[in-house]
């Protein structure tokens, strides 16, 4: 009885915290100003339950690691969910010794980015793998050499999660986050991404440019702005490698071909062409 005794004020201390946590966690969709910190308070007690909370509850990023939780654990879509989990154990045969990451794929790059990158969705075989966007196939070994040309990146290398790339002032998003069948998702599963794709771009404030790679992710934009009741009809914005339109948002939709396999090997697609793109975007944003 003494032991629980002695205890309890600590226990009453950590059930007061995890509450915190769950509210903030399920309710915070911007990043939270909490002053006085109640984990800061308490830590002047000398007591911490969380090694770390600012990475939920101060930093500008805390929004974001909610949100890309939420992705990565999303089981919505039942015809991706299958998909993605028989790629991951199948494999192809040239990555048999992969452990595939086999679920839904968050977004990557710098939360203050001012030029925000709007693809398709994962690779089979590239981000279901690496759970990564555009990390270990041939699109994204087309694209961060560009990245890394143009200033957007550290390195031109993306191989793998722990392989030390850094995005500068771009962060990449996507129309769907889990790989679907011949790429092509249905309307209904890209409905239900809109959800996280809706709260992403709300939280990323600092941004200028939106670089639609395909005309998938350029309606993907325009449809969130329908959403949010800022975009009356989207033909007015046609789909075209190069164009460019100042939206109602106060960001710049720029269009370019998909960096796909298919684009890149036929032409259709050049490096010259997409390094223009991101120079342009750089430009965009600076103005």
């Known amino acids: 009885m003494t032991s629980f005794l002695a205890i309890s004020p600590y226990y009453a201390i ?5 509450i915190c946590f769950q509210y903030f966690a399920r309710n915070v969709e911007q990043p939270v100003a909490f002053k006085p910190n ?5 830590s002047n007690f000398g007591l911490t339950v969380f090694p770390n909370p600012q990475v939920w509850f101060n930093d500008a990023v805390s929004w974001l690691t909610v949100l890309n939780n939420e992705v990565v654990a999303c089981t919505r879509c039942p015809r991706l969910v299958d998909y993605r989990q028989q790629v991951a154990r199948e494999k192809r045969r040239a990555y048999r010794d992969w ?3 086999g679920k839904p794929v968050p977004g990557f790059g710098d939360p203050e980015a001012r030029v925000l990158i709007m693809g398709l969705a994962p690779g089979a075989h590239g981000s279901n793998r690496t759970g990564r966007p555009f990390t270990g196939d041939a699109s994204g070994n087309f694209m961060y050499p560009v990245l890394h040309e143009t200033g957007f990146a550290n390195q031109p290398n993306a191989t793998n999660r722990d392989d030390g790339l850094k995005l500068r002032d771009l962060y990449i998003s996507a129309a769907v986050r889990c790989a679907p069948p011949d790429n092509k998702p249905l309307p209904q599963e890209l409905a239900e991404c809109a959800t996280f794709l809706d709260r992403e771009l709300a939280g990323l404030k600092k941004v200028k440019v939106v670089v639609a790679l395909g005309k998938i992710g350029f309606d993907a934009y325009l449809n969130n702005l329908k959403r ?3 975009l009356p009809a989207r033909k007015p914005y046609l789909f075209k490698h190069g164009a460019h339109y100042q939206m109602p948002d106060g960001n710049v939709l720029l269009a370019s071909y998909h960096p796909s396999n298919q684009n890149t090997q036929t032409g259709k697609l050049t490096r010259e062409m997409f390094v223009k793109i991101f120079k342009q975007a750089a430009r ?3 103005r």
């Not at 109640?38 to 308490?42: E, K, Q, T």
């Open 38 to 42: 109640v984990f800061n308070i308490l």
């Open 284 to 286: 965009l944003a600076d």
């Open 14 to 18: 950590f059930c007061v915290q995890l």
């Open 99 to 101: 452990d595939y990451w």
């Open 228 to 230: 949010r009741g800022l």
